[in-house]
């Protein structure tokens, strides 16, 4: 049974940081890529960020490109997302998710796994 669990989310003023994580079991983790996305309140699920199974290839959103960073550590079967100067437009529950075939990994479709969310909410 694979299982993805997030953690890390919460509450944070503007300009702050947070590191989410991702540990993933029930899958060889190593050959999976893995994605980042967010869901605000009423918007569709988008895409956030995308890290290949060897680590050579990442992928950002524009809107937090130089904000965040996308890391992995096969070892522990655990993705990271490093968010800096968070603004309230953030605000969203954020979601990973483990690709096998994924290709750009930029589209929610590519993902064959996700995990429950973890909130992160940005005060002004």
């Known amino acids: 049974q694979v299982q993805l669990v997030e953690f890390g989310g919460g509450l944070v003023q503007a300009e702050g940081s947070l590191r989410l994580s991702c540990t993933a079991s029930?899958?060889?983790?190593?050959?999976?890529?893995m994605g980042w996305f967010r869901q605000a309140p009423g918007k569709e699920r988008e895409f956030v960020a995308a890290?290949?199974?060897?680590?050579?290839?990442?992928s950002y959103s524009d809107s937090v490109k130089g904000r965040f960073t996308i890391s992995r550590d096969n070892a522990k079967n655990t993705v990271y997302l490093r968010a800096n100067s968070l603004k309230p437009e953030d605000t969203a529950v954020y979601y990973c998710?483990?690709?096998?075939?994924?290709?750009?990994?930029?589209?929610?479709?590519?993902?064959?796994?996700w995990g429950q969310g973890t909130q992160v909410t940005v005060s002004s």
């Open positions: 890290l290949s199974w060897s680590g050579a290839r990442t």
């Open positions: 998710a483990a690709g096998q075939g994924a290709y750009s990994g930029t589209s929610l479709y590519e993902y064959d796994y």
């Open positions: 029930g899958l060889t983790f190593s050959r999976y890529t």
